[in-house]
């Protein structure tokens, strides 16, 4: 089946999160004239097959406690294996009202108060509000930012790092949210080592696995040896993948009994147990009846990549971004504006009137940057840089005014 990935669905009048101003203004200084292309869910209609499942729960006419059958870990096995070679067994896989959660729960259970956790800015900022949240140290290993604009891991900073804190947990982004990045086996084998050699579970948040552009292929950390997959958690979900964040429903998956066990512990002090009425069989329409929107689906957004990559090259300097191959978010270097936070703020709002994501939300090290969502329109997203290209030149031409002024 055909899907039109260019439709317009207008959300700023229902209860979205990232397109009702009610929602959004308080992010970003009050505004309330944003075009929003910030919060990571997509602005695309769900699959068919998702809809089908979800009008037999309809049908049903009754919302009441649900459960989890034999059919779900089976989806879940199936699409894992399919797409990405990984063996999940049943008795392995735990649910959490989604992967946010599931950090907090991991480091409740794993470190203790004042202990250290480990994380590799810029990343996603729940991370280090799980580990503050929660009373524990957080420690930052950096990433290297490469010429071109990948990055790569600081091994000896990690290492040194971990010794010096006493480590005992370190926090994954695999495909890293918001640099893009997807991380090699190599690169994986070689920080679980350390990991396993100074007794630091590795929990590895993977949502973003199955959005891989240009011929990238993702390793899951349950892809390598058993030493490894036996010290590391493993968060997935369809939340990313088939714009299914609001069912609340993501997957831990531990390999090691003794440390699914306390995981587990946790989860039941919580009263962490039921899905809502939809998420089961949301589940499965994603991963048995919904195969030709993902592909359809990863070349729209690929091509959104390359537009946005192109356009801003061409007509925005001295704006840059990479052709990234994980996640639908584009990481717009705009370092070379020399603006602080603030003032990078006040350009995208009150002058090009466009929602992004900060870098510094991300961490010091994103100071400069932008993150994008590019799961939305060709023409939402073609909007949006233009208006971000006549903020930017109309700043440019005032700041020569004024150059030209003084002199």
């Given at each position: 089946m055909h899907y039109n990935f260019d439709q317009v669905h207008r959300r700023d009048n229902t209860l979205s999160l990232k397109w009702n101003p009610n929602f959004y203004s308080g992010e970003f200084h009050g505004?309330?004239?944003?075009?929003?292309?910030?919060?990571?869910?997509?602005?695309?209609?769900?699959?068919?097959g998702i809809l089908k499942r979800f009008q037999k729960v309809l049908d049903g006419k009754i919302f009441g406690y649900a459960g989890f059958d034999a059919e779900y870990f089976e989806a879940v096995a199936h699409w894992n294996k399919k797409r990405h070679g990984v063996e999940i067994r049943r008795e392995t896989v735990l649910f959490t009202p989604g992967i946010v959660p599931a950090l907090d729960y991991a480091v409740r259970t794993f470190v203790k108060e004042g202990e250290a956790v480990i994380i590799q800015r810029p990343v996603y900022y729940p991370f280090a509000k799980a580990i503050e949240n929660n009373g524990r140290k957080l420690v930052n290993s950096p990433l290297l930012e490469r010429p071109g604009g990948d990055y790569g891991m600081n091994y000896a900073d990690f290492e040194q790092k971990i010794v010096e804190n006493q480590v005992k947990l370190f926090i994954l982004c695999n495909p890293h949210n918001p640099v893009g990045q997807v991380w090699k086996r190599e690169e994986l084998e070689k920080i679980a080592a350390i990991c396993l050699e100074h007794k630091v579970i590795m929990l590895s948040d993977e949502i973003h696995y199955d959005l891989m552009?240009?011929?990238?292929?993702?390793?899951?950390?349950?892809?390598?040896?058993?030493?490894?997959?036996n010290n590391s958690i493993v968060c997935n979900a369809v939340s990313k993948t088939f714009n299914l964040a609001g069912l609340q429903v993501s997957n831990t998956i531990i390999h090691n009994p003794e440390l699914r066990a306390r995981f587990r512990q946790t989860l039941e002090r919580s009263h962490v147990a039921l899905p809502n009425a939809f998420a089961v069989e949301g589940v499965k329409g994603c991963y048995y009846e919904s195969d030709?929107?993902?592909?359809?689906?990863i070349k729209y957004i690929e091509g959104n990549i390359t537009f946005a990559a192109d356009y801003i090259s061409a007509r925005i300097k001295p704006l840059s971004m990479r052709r990234h191959q994980g996640t639908y978010l584009g990481w717009i270097d705009a370092r070379g504006l020399e603006l602080g936070n603030e003032q990078l703020a006040d350009l995208c709002e009150a002058r090009a009137k466009v929602a992004f994501d900060y870098g510094y939300w991300f961490g010091p090290e994103g100071e400069g940057f932008l993150r994008i969502n590019l799961a939305c329109t060709r023409a939402t997203l073609e909007q949006a840089l233009k208006k971000l290209e006549r903020a930017v030149q109309s700043r440019q031409k005032g700041a020569l005014l004024k150059l030209t002024f003084r002199r």
């Amino acid at each position: 089946m055909h899907y039109n990935f260019d439709q317009v669905h207008r959300r700023d009048n229902t209860l979205s999160l990232k397109w009702n101003p009610n929602f959004y203004s308080g992010e970003f200084h009050g505004r309330t004239d944003l075009l929003p292309l910030w919060v990571a869910d997509m602005d695309y209609a769900v699959s068919d097959g998702i809809l089908k499942r979800f009008q037999k729960v309809l049908d049903g006419k009754i919302f009441g406690y649900a459960g989890f059958d034999a059919e779900y870990f089976e989806a879940v096995a199936h699409w894992n294996k399919k797409r990405h070679g990984v063996e999940i067994r049943r008795e392995t896989v735990l649910f959490t009202p989604g992967i946010v959660p599931a950090l907090d729960y991991a480091v409740r259970t794993f470190v203790k108060e004042g202990e250290a956790v480990i994380i590799q800015r810029p990343v996603y900022y729940p991370f280090a509000k799980a580990i503050e949240n929660n009373g524990r140290k957080l420690v930052n290993s950096p990433l290297l930012e490469r010429p071109g604009g990948d990055y790569g891991m600081n091994y000896a900073d990690f290492e040194q790092k971990i010794v010096e804190n006493q480590v005992k947990l370190f926090i994954l982004c695999n495909p890293h949210n918001p640099v893009g990045q997807v991380w090699k086996r190599e690169e994986l084998e070689k920080i679980a080592a350390i990991c396993l050699e100074h007794k630091v579970i590795m929990l590895s948040d993977e949502i973003h696995y199955d959005l891989m552009f240009y011929g990238a292929k993702f390793t899951s950390v349950l892809t390598l040896p058993d030493e490894i997959k036996n010290n590391s958690i493993v968060c997935n979900a369809v939340s990313k993948t088939f714009n299914l964040a609001g069912l609340q429903v993501s997957n831990t998956i531990i390999h090691n009994p003794e440390l699914r066990a306390r995981f587990r512990q946790t989860l039941e002090r919580s009263h962490v147990a039921l899905p809502n009425a939809f998420a089961v069989e949301g589940v499965k329409g994603c991963y048995y009846e919904s195969d030709d929107w993902y592909e359809q689906m990863i070349k729209y957004i690929e091509g959104n990549i390359t537009f946005a990559a192109d356009y801003i090259s061409a007509r925005i300097k001295p704006l840059s971004m990479r052709r990234h191959q994980g996640t639908y978010l584009g990481w717009i270097d705009a370092r070379g504006l020399e603006l602080g936070n603030e003032q990078l703020a006040d350009l995208c709002e009150a002058r090009a009137k466009v929602a992004f994501d900060y870098g510094y939300w991300f961490g010091p090290e994103g100071e400069g940057f932008l993150r994008i969502n590019l799961a939305c329109t060709r023409a939402t997203l073609e909007q949006a840089l233009k208006k971000l290209e006549r903020a930017v030149q109309s700043r440019q031409k005032g700041a020569l005014l004024k150059l030209t002024f003084r002199r």
